[in-house]
C-alpha cells in the first residue's frame, strides 16, 4: 500500500528513483510524486493518477544526486496532486507508507503552533511533527526517536531535510523498508524490485530502525539513540525474475510460471518419495487459519485438506474479522497465517494477537524477510518467486501446494498424494495450452453479472474464482454454495446472468448438477470446468483432467484464473493494476 523510493549516488539520479518507483506501481497508482535536491534547493513534482503521468513532467537530463519518491493508495484524502507525496513543512520533506492513527490529534496541536497544512493528509501531519521536533534539537536521529513516541500508527518514511541536502533518513514501524547498498549509491525502497536496477545487497530494516543515507555512508540506529549493525542480504535472482519476459501482461506470465512453482515446491519440500515439510500438525488439537482475500480462499482448502487427512478441527477466518470476534485459544491450538506478501496488516495484527495469548503461530508466506515471515513463530515459505500483478495466481496456487503437504505429511495418503503431485506440473501445462480460454470468455465478458456455482470444495474454488473475476474485470460477481442459490438468490437470475460451475467432486456432482438444471431453467448461460462426461446442461464446457478427488481441485483453478484474465483482457481492463486495489495492503 504505497510505494516509496529515496536515492542518493550518481548525477542522474532521478532515472535511477524513476525506474525504482515504476517497479513499485503494483502497491499503488493513484498519484506519485518526486522530491529531489538541485543547487541546495529542494524541488518537488506531483502529479494525479499512474506514474506515467508524473514522467512526462520530468527532465530527466536535470542533474541531482538524491530523491525521494512515492506511488500512492490514497487512505486519508482523496486521490488528486494536492494530497499526492511528498508533503513539505518548514525543513522537512518527506514521502511516507502507512497510515498515522492520531493525526487529527496533533493536527489540532500543530496548528495552535502555527503551522499550516495545504492537504488532507496524515503525512503532512507527520512532516510537521519532525519538523517542530528538529526546531528543538537540530539532531535527526534524536528527532526521529522522538517522533516515533508521538506517532501511532504505521509508516516508513523517506525524509529530506533542507539542511542536509546530501542525506536522506528514513524510518520504519509496521510498513516494509529496505535499504539497497550499490558501489558509490544507496537505495531505500518498499520492495526489493525497486533495488534490483541498483543492487542485490540489502538489508531488512526493523520496527523502530532509523537510516541515515548518503552515497557513501549508510548509519543505523535504533530507539536508544545508539548506532547498530545490520545484516546484509544478496536477492538471488534478477530483473528478468521480474520482468514480463514477453508476455502481454505479469498475470500471465505469472499463470504461465505455474508447472515450474510446483516443481519447485515438490523439490523443496520432499524427498525420496516422502514430504519433508518444516513443520508438523498433528500434534495440535485444532488450527485456526486466519488471511485476506485469495489468501483465505488458499486457507479454505486447507481445512479441507487438513480437517480430510489428520481429522483436526480448522477453522478459517478473515484477518480483518479475527481480532473482534472470540478467540478460543488453548495450548493445544496452532494458528495458521497466509499471506503471499507477508505485509498485510490486517493477517500482521491476528499473528501478534495469537502470540500475545501464547498460541504457536505458522507463517505461510510467500516473501522472504517480511513482517508476518519475521515475527511468526515458525515460517514455511510457498517459494512462488516475486509475484508482481496485483490480482494472485501463482502464489495462491502455491499457498494451496503448501497446504496440502502439511496436511498429507504423516497421513496415510502421504505416498498417493506425493505421486499425484508429481504428474500435476505437466498437466497444468496441458492446462493452459490446451484451450481457446479467449474464444470461450466471448460469450461472458459482456455480462453484468456472473455467479460462480461449486459444492463443497468447488464451493472454495468458486469464491477464489469469483475473487479473481471482479478484480480485474469490474464485473459483479459473487460465488455461491450451489444449493444455497434456492434459498433467495436464485431470484435474481435471468437471461442475461452467466453461470460458472466448478463441478470437480464426484460425489456430490449430480447434486451440483441438479442445482445447475435449475438456473439452466431461468435461461442463465452456464460454463462448467469440469471432469465428469454429464454437460448437457452447459452452454459452454472447459473440460479439466482426472488426477484425483484431491487434486482434480487444484486443475480447476487454472481456467478460472485464465477466464478471469481474458474476459478482462476483452474489456480492456487494467490487468495488472486494476482499480482501487493494490497488491500489498499494510493498513488495516
Ligand atoms: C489484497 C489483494 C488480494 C490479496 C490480499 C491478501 O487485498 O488485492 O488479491 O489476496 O491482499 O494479500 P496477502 O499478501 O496477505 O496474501
Same mark, same amino acid.
Given at each position: 500500500?504505497?510505494?516509496?523510493?529515496?536515492?542518493?549516488?550518481d548525477?542522474k $539520479?532521478l532515472?535511477?528513483i524513476?525506474?525504482?518507483?515504476?517497479?513499485?506501481e503494483?502497491?499503488g497508482?493513484d498519484?506519485s510524486?518526486?522530491a529531489?535536491?538541485k543547487?541546495?534547493?529542494?524541488k %518537488?513534482?506531483?502529479?494525479?493518477?499512474?506514474i506515467?503521468?508524473?514522467?512526462?513532467?520530468i527532465?530527466y537530463?536535470e542533474?541531482t544526486?538524491?530523491?525521494i519518491?512515492?506511488?500512492r493508495?490514497?487512505?486519508?484524502?482523496?486521490a488528486?496532486?494536492?494530497?499526492a507525496?511528498p508533503?513539505?513543512q518548514g525543513?522537512?520533506? !518527506?514521502v511516507h507508507n502507512? %497510515?498515522i492513527?492520531?493525526?487529527e490529534q496533533?493536527?489540532?496541536? !500543530?496548528?495552535?503552533?502555527?503551522?499550516?497544512f495545504?492537504?488532507n493528509t496524515?503525512?503532512e501531519v507527520a512532516?510537521?511533527?519532525?519538523?517542530s521536533?528538529?526546531k528543538?534539537s537540530?539532531?535527526?536521529v534524536l528527532?526521529?526517536?522522538?517522533?516515533?513516541?508521538m506517532?501511532t500508527?504505521s509508516y516508513a518514511f523517506?525524509?529530506i531535510?533542507?539542511?542536509?541536502p546530501?542525506t536522506?533518513?528514513?524510518?520504519?514501524?509496521d510498513s516494509p523498508?529496505?535499504?539497497?547498498?550499490?558501489q558509490k549509491?544507496?537505495?531505500?525502497a518498499?520492495d526489493?524490485?525497486?533495488?534490483?536496477h541498483i543492487t542485490?545487497?540489502?538489508?531488512?530494516?526493523d520496527n523502530y530502525?532509523i537510516?541515515?543515507?548518503?552515497?557513501?555512508?549508510?548509519?543505523?540506529?535504533n530507539?536508544?539513540n545508539?548506532?547498530?549493525?545490520?545484516?546484509i542480504?544478496i536477492?538471488?535472482?534478477?530483473?528478468?525474475?521480474?520482468s514480463?519476459?514477453?508476455y502481454?501482461?505479469y498475470?500471465?506470465?505469472?499463470?504461465?510460471?505455474?508447472p515450474?512453482?510446483?516443481?519447485?515446491?515438490?523439490?523443496?519440500?520432499t524427498d525420496e518419495g516422502r %514430504?519433508?515439510?518444516?513443520?508438523?500438525?498433528?500434534?495440535?488439537?485444532?488450527? *485456526?487459519?486466519?488471511?485476506?482475500?485469495?489468501?483465505s480462499f488458499?486457507?479454505?482448502?486447507?481445512k479441507f485438506?487438513i480437517?480430510?487427512?489428520l481429522?483436526?478441527?480448522?477453522?478459517?477466518?478473515?484477518?480483518?474479522?479475527?481480532?473482534?470476534?472470540?478467540?478460543?485459544?488453548?495450548k493445544d491450538?496452532?494458528v495458521?497465517?497466509?499471506s503471499q506478501?507477508?505485509?498485510? $496488516? *490486517?493477517t500482521?495484527a491476528?499473528?501478534?494477537l $495469537?502470540?500475545?495469548?501464547g498460541?504457536?503461530?505458522l507463517?505461510i508466506?510467500n516473501?522472504k524477510?517480511?513482517?508476518i515471515a519475521?515475527?511468526a513463530d515458525n515460517?514455511i515459505y510457498t517459494e512462488?518467486?516475486?509475484?508482481v500483478?496485483v490480482?494472485?495466481?501463482k502464489a495462491?496456487l502455491?499457498?494451496?501446494?503448501?497446504l496440502?503437504?502439511?496436511?498429507?505429511s504423516?497421513s496415510?495418503?502421504e505416498g498417493?498424494?506425493?505421486n499425484d503431485l508429481?504428474i500435476?506440473?505437466?498437466i497444468?501445462?496441458?492446462q493452459?495450452?490446451?484451450?481457446?480460454?479467449?474464444?470461450?470468455?466471448?460469450?461472458l465478458y459482456?455480462?453484468?453479472?456472473?455467479?460462480?456455482?461449486?459444492r463443497?470444495?468447488?464451493?472454495?474454488?468458486?469464491m477464489?474464482?469469483?475473487?479473481?473475476?471482479?478484480e480485474i474485470s469490474?464485473?459483479?460477481?459473487?460465488?455461491?454454495a450451489?444449493?444455497? !442459490?434456492?434459498?433467495?438468490?436464485i431470484?435474481?437470475?435471468?437471461e442475461?446472468?452467466?453461470?460458472? $460451475?466448478?463441478v470437480t467432486?464426484k460425489n %456430490?456432482s449430480?447434486k451440483?448438477?441438479?442445482?445447475?438444471?435449475?438456473?439452466?431453467a431461468?435461461s442463465?448461460?452456464?460454463?462448467?470446468?469440469?471432469?465428469i462426461?454429464?454437460d448437457?446442461f452447459s452452454n459452454y464446457?472447459?473440460k479439466i483432467?482426472?488426477i484425483?478427488d484431491v487434486l482434480?481441485?487444484l !486443475?480447476a483453478?487454472?481456467?478460472?484464473?485464465?477466464?478471469a484474465?481474458?474476459?478482462?483482457?476483452?474489456?480492456?481492463c487494467d490487468i495488472?493494476?486494476?482499480?482501487?486495489?493494490?497488491?500489498s495492503v499494510?493498513?488495516?
Open positions: 500500500m504505497c510505494g516509496i523510493v529515496g536515492y542518493v549516488g548525477k $539520479a532515472i535511477k524513476m525506474t525504482g518507483l515504476k517497479s513499485l503494483y502497491r497508482y498519484s510524486g518526486i529531489y535536491v543547487d541546495g534547493i529542494v %518537488i513534482l506531483k502529479e494525479e493518477g499512474p506515467r503521468n508524473l514522467e512526462e513532467k527532465n537530463n542533474i544526486t538524491i530523491g519518491s512515492h506511488t493508495w490514497s487512505t486519508h484524502g482523496a488528486n496532486k494536492i494530497n507525496h508533503h513539505r525543513k522537512i520533506t !518527506l502507512g %497510515i492513527e492520531n493525526y496533533l493536527k489540532r496541536e !500543530l496548528l495552535n503552533q502555527g503551522y499550516c495545504q492537504s496524515d503525512t512532516a510537521a511533527v519532525i519538523d521536533l528538529y528543538k537540530q539532531d535527526m528527532v526521529l526517536n522522538e517522533a516515533v513516541k506517532l500508527g523517506n525524509i531535510n533542507d539542511d542536509y546530501d536522506i533518513f528514513a524510518m520504519r514501524k523498508l529496505i535499504v539497497g547498498i550499490g549509491e544507496n537505495i531505500l518498499s526489493i524490485p525497486a533495488i534490483l542485490n545487497k540489502y538489508v531488512v530494516l530502525d537510516v541515515v543515507m548518503q552515497s557513501n555512508k549508510l548509519e543505523y540506529y530507539a536508544d545508539q548506532k547498530i549493525s545490520k545484516q542480504n536477492f538471488v535472482g534478477d530483473i528478468e525474475t521480474i514480463k519476459n514477453g502481454d501482461h498475470m500471465l506470465k505469472e499463470i504461465n510460471e505455474e515450474e512453482i510446483v516443481k519447485r515446491i515438490l523439490t523443496l519440500y %514430504i519433508k515439510i518444516p513443520f508438523k500438525l498433528n500434534k495440535y488439537a485444532s488450527v *485456526d487459519i486466519v488471511a485476506c482475500g485469495s489468501a488458499a486457507g479454505q482448502l486447507g485438506y480437517e480430510k487427512f481429522n483436526i478441527p480448522t477453522s478459517v477466518t478473515f484477518a480483518s474479522e479475527y481480532r473482534y470476534q472470540k478467540n478460543f485459544f488453548r491450538k496452532l495458521i497465517l497466509i506478501s507477508g505485509e498485510t $496488516a *490486517d500482521l491476528a499473528l501478534k $495469537a502470540k500475545d495469548n498460541v504457536t503461530t507463517a508466506v516473501r524477510d517480511s513482517s519475521r515475527e515460517v512462488a518467486g516475486i509475484e500483478s490480482a494472485t495466481t495462491y502455491a499457498q494451496v501446494i503448501v496440502l503437504l502439511l496436511a498429507a504423516g496415510k495418503e498417493s498424494v506425493l508429481k500435476l506440473p505437466n497444468i501445462t496441458k493452459i495450452n490446451d484451450y481457446d480460454y479467449k474464444k470461450v470468455s466471448k460469450f459482456k455480462k453484468e453479472n456472473i455467479f460462480y456455482l461449486g463443497g470444495i468447488d464451493y472454495f474454488l468458486a477464489e474464482g469469483s475473487l479473481k473475476l471482479k469490474y464485473i459483479h460477481s459473487e460465488a455461491f450451489a444449493g444455497e !442459490l434456492k434459498h433467495g438468490s431470484s435474481l437470475i435471468d442475461n446472468f452467466g453461470v460458472i $460451475a466448478v467432486d %456430490i449430480h451440483t448438477i441438479s442445482n445447475l438444471k435449475e438456473v439452466a431461468r442463465a448461460k452456464i460454463l462448467t470446468i469440469t471432469n462426461n454429464d448437457s464446457v472447459i483432467d482426472d484425483s482434480n481441485p !486443475l483453478i487454472i481456467p478460472m484464473q485464465l477466464l484474465y481474458n474476459i478482462a483482457k476483452l474489456k480492456n495488472d493494476k486494476p482499480r482501487n486495489l493494490a497488491k499494510t493498513v488495516e
